[in-house]
């Protein structure tokens, strides 16, 4: 099994550009989630969705969109990039709703937005 | 204040210490997550424990669901074990802010 994968591992992006950070899993899993961590604090929950179809917003919605067409499948999209959403984004996946099961993580996405 | 809080925020130890890290919670758990994010970056799940002691090798990790409060022990602690250590609770999974820890040989 690949796991958790994420693609870009890198980009960089000038404000106002849109663009699609893809998070894929191979496990099955219901619950998949998307986080952000910036320096000096801990990760905070986007968006999450606990099956195909379904997705709601977490702490830190806005300014990202996402949408769940295939259980494989957790694309986080960003409409209009700003410099305020420079941060490391990690996608993870779980078999049951996220604070009941074992979280697997994504290697994560470096974005950066001048 | 913060729903889940870590101490100490860094810690340098001597290779073969024993190394305590703290995480106290005010929100509701099912259970409580201890993850493990190395230098590279990459995050790994280390426990989900909702009550007791589990143990993994060279590292212990305990909660109190009374006190609202974990430890995550590691055992003659070696260079490698150099990384951030973060715990996590609720139902939404609120992280703390982690805590940096250095091994020294």
């Known amino acids: 099994n690949a796991g958790v994968t994420q693609t870009p591992k890198f980009q960089v992006l000038k404000t106002g550009q849109s663009m699609t950070l893809q998070c894929a899993q191979d496990m099955n899993h219901e619950y998949m989630s998307w986080y952000r961590q910036d320096p000096g604090m801990g990760l905070r929950l986007i968006h999450y969705?606990?099956?195909?179809?379904?997705?709601d917003q977490g702490e830190v919605p806005n300014g990202y969109n996402v949408s769940r067409s295939t259980t494989e499948d957790f694309p986080l999209r960003l409409l209009s990039a700003a410099p305020s959403q420079t941060s490391v984004y990690f996608c993870?996946?779980?078999?049951?709703?996220?604070?009941?099961?074992?979280?697997?993580f994504g290697p994560g996405t470096r974005l950066t937005v001048l | 204040k913060n729903e889940v809080e870590q101490s100490p925020q860094n810690l340098t130890a001597q290779e073969g210490e024993f190394i305590t890290i703290n995480c106290s919670y005010s929100?509701?758990?099912?259970?409580l997550h201890w993850l493990q994010q190395h230098p590279g970056g990459g995050i790994v799940s280390l426990f989900m424990?909702?009550?007791g002691k589990k143990k993994h090798g060279r590292l212990i990790a305990t909660i109190n669901i009374q006190e609202k409060h974990s430890s995550l022990h590691i055992t003659a602690s070696h260079p490698r074990d150099s990384a951030v250590y973060i715990c996590a609770a609720g139902n939404k999974l609120t992280f703390g802010g982690g805590t940096r820890v250095l091994v020294k040989p």
């Open positions: 929100v509701g758990i099912s259970a």
């Open positions: 969705s606990v099956g195909a179809g379904i997705t």
């Open positions: 424990l909702s009550s």
């Open positions: 993870a996946s779980s078999y049951d709703t996220g604070t009941k099961d074992t979280q697997y």
